[in-house]
């Protein structure tokens, strides 16, 4: 019984990593989305201010999503982009920047 629960509890970290893993990257990748989408806008407003977005359509607990629209250089524009996500004790984190091209 011992090595059985052993295995299940190994088996279900792993299960959870993986989840996490893949939730971590549909965040960077729908907020990379929703950036190239609302760049091309050039909404001044946007600019420097750190946006939420609302995921709550990609039903997942206990997450979030934030980008920061950076500083502009020619044809790209700088967006920060920052996610968290959690399950059970366990919170996996992802921060960085990305440059977003601005011609069509």
């Not at 509890?9 to 950036?35: C, H, P």
């Not at 366990?90 to 921060?95: D, I, K, L, P």
Request: charged share 30%.
């Amino acid at each position: 019984m011992f090595v059985l629960t052993e295995d299940a509890k190994t088996i279900m970290f792993q299960s959870d990593t993986a989840y996490l893993e893949s939730v971590e990257r549909n965040l960077a990748a729908s907020g990379l989305a929703w950036a190239k989408k609302n760049v091309k806008n050039k909404t001044k407003e946007n600019f420097s201010k750190t946006i939420n977005l609302n995921i709550s359509d990609m039903n997942i607990r206990n997450a979030n999503l934030s980008i920061a629209i950076g500083s502009a250089e020619k044809d790209k524009i700088e967006v920060e982009l920052s996610s968290s996500c959690s399950r059970g004790r366990r919170t996996f984190r992802h921060h960085d920047k990305y440059k977003i091209s601005t011609s069509p």
